[in-house]
């Protein structure tokens, strides 16, 4: 991307944080759609790719890289494998909105999703270099603390996207569509990231063989540390 390119991407961001009343105009009027989508996978994939190679200092090494690539494969994959239910959904329930616009609006939520991760780089790097990496526990508080942090900014980008659902729909039929689609990028999500990892331990390939779930390891990982501080 030319550097005017890069410039018009932050300025979407900015526009995103501070404007988004005309960014929700500009969406139901379907203009600068392909702005938005160009500058919306860029933004994503560098803020991203900046928190991911934080989490990877944990461990050291080429996993710093592997984290960089990881974590924006996640966010993005997650969303472009949501789009449809959340395009038919809206569809099968009144909603007039065309895809483009559908694909837009669930960019900008997760702009604002990777917005908030670049806003707590700081807390995730100053934890990571103050805490040792020898024990379980202090394993399992980096991995409880990426959670806790994925989670909250997760919630700033739905909220987002449902500010966007208000400004389009005039009748309250997008609720349910919007409901169900959220309830399915949280899984989509949440495996997803289960199946990238690790993400703070170094393993020789990028990712390790498919085994279990996230939910299941995550109750693990809580129970140990319980049965060590017991």
């Known amino acids: 991307m030319s550097q005017s390119g890069l410039l018009r991407a932050f300025l979407v961001v900015e526009e995103f944080l501070k404007n988004r009343e005309g960014f929700f105009q500009n969406l139901i009027e379907e203009k600068q759609l392909r702005t938005y989508f160009v500058s919306s996978n860029f933004a994503v994939a560098i803020f991203s790719a900046i928190y991911g190679a934080t989490m990877g200092l944990y461990a050291g090494g080429i996993q710093i890289a592997y984290d960089a690539i990881k974590i924006p494969l996640l966010l993005l994959i997650s969303v472009y494998v949501?789009?449809?239910?959340?395009?038919?959904?809206?569809?099968?329930?009144?909603?007039?909105?065309?895809?483009?616009?559908?694909?837009?609006?669930?960019?900008?939520?997760?702009?604002?999703?990777?917005?908030?991760?670049?806003?707590?780089?700081?807390?995730?790097?100053?934890?990571?270099?103050?805490?040792?990496?020898?024990?379980?526990?202090?394993?399992?508080?980096?991995?409880?603390?990426?959670?806790?942090?994925?989670?909250?900014?997760?919630?700033?980008?739905?909220?987002?996207?449902?500010?966007?659902?208000?400004?389009?729909?005039?009748?309250?039929?997008?609720?349910?569509?919007?409901?169900v689609g959220s309830i399915i990028f949280m899984f989509v999500g949440t495996q997803l990231a289960w199946v990238l990892r690790p993400y703070f331990h170094y393993y020789p390939e990028f990712i390790r063989p498919l085994e279990g779930n996230f939910y299941v390891s995550l109750i693990e990982l809580i129970l140990g540390v319980l049965r060590r501080r017991m």
């Open 82 to 179: 949501t789009v449809p239910s959340f395009y038919v959904l809206s569809s099968l329930l009144g909603g007039k909105t065309t895809f483009r616009q559908m694909v837009v609006l669930l960019l900008s939520g997760l702009t604002i999703m990777s917005v908030v991760l670049l806003a707590l780089v700081p807390v995730n790097l100053f934890f990571i270099l103050t805490t040792a990496n020898e024990t379980f526990t202090s394993y399992a508080f980096l991995v409880l603390l990426n959670i806790v942090i994925f989670t909250l900014a997760g919630l700033f980008s739905v909220l987002y996207v449902l500010r966007g659902f208000k400004a389009i729909f005039q009748s309250s039929d997008w609720i349910v569509s919007f409901s």
